[in-house]
């Protein structure tokens, strides 16, 4: 996974992005402030960078023009949501642009699809004994392809992109399925138990009671 530096001065904040991006197997840098940036991101080479816009100090439109010099991905991270301030972020090389609050799958999400478009994504993802390529559509086990279901694979890459967090059937649903999906939770249910028995997943796909699912990648 990704190595990820978190450019932040809101430690409540900061924190709880590092545990996200932990919990889904991405190690991550923490600096609240310009020259403690720079200094992890250019003695610590990481894949990308979350950039904050409101900084002490030098803000993160300043910021951003160093970190490009570096060849380094950039998301902006901020509360603010005017029109004026997502172009000109985009315009000095941001790859993308999030705005605070958001929900954890969503900056994840993002995340994944910058790190693909970068050339920084490790291709291949192994969970429990599972080897699976999302871009690809490809699972392998025991060097063995394994033939999912279209819906059946869109569900697996939800878990995948969410592994280590509770996911309600309402979420897995909306995600899974599509946010105009007219369905009943029991065909989450149903298809969970389908990826269980293809994948050998009893042990690490865990049912959280009366709430839904939870992949888990550790042991
Ligand atoms: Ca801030």
Redesign the pocket.
Known sequence: MAKILII???KAIAELIELNLSLTGHSCLRAAEAEEALELAMSQHPDLVLL?V??PGRDGFDLIRELRQHDLPVIFLTARNSVVDKVQGLRLGADDYITKPFEPAELLARIDAVLRRTGHSDDSIFICGVEIKIEERMIRKNGENIELTAQEFNLLEVLVRNRNIAMSREKLLENAWGYDYVGETRTVDIHIQRLRRKLGWDSCLKTVYKYGYRLETEP
């Open positions: 932040e001065d809101e904050d409101m900084l």
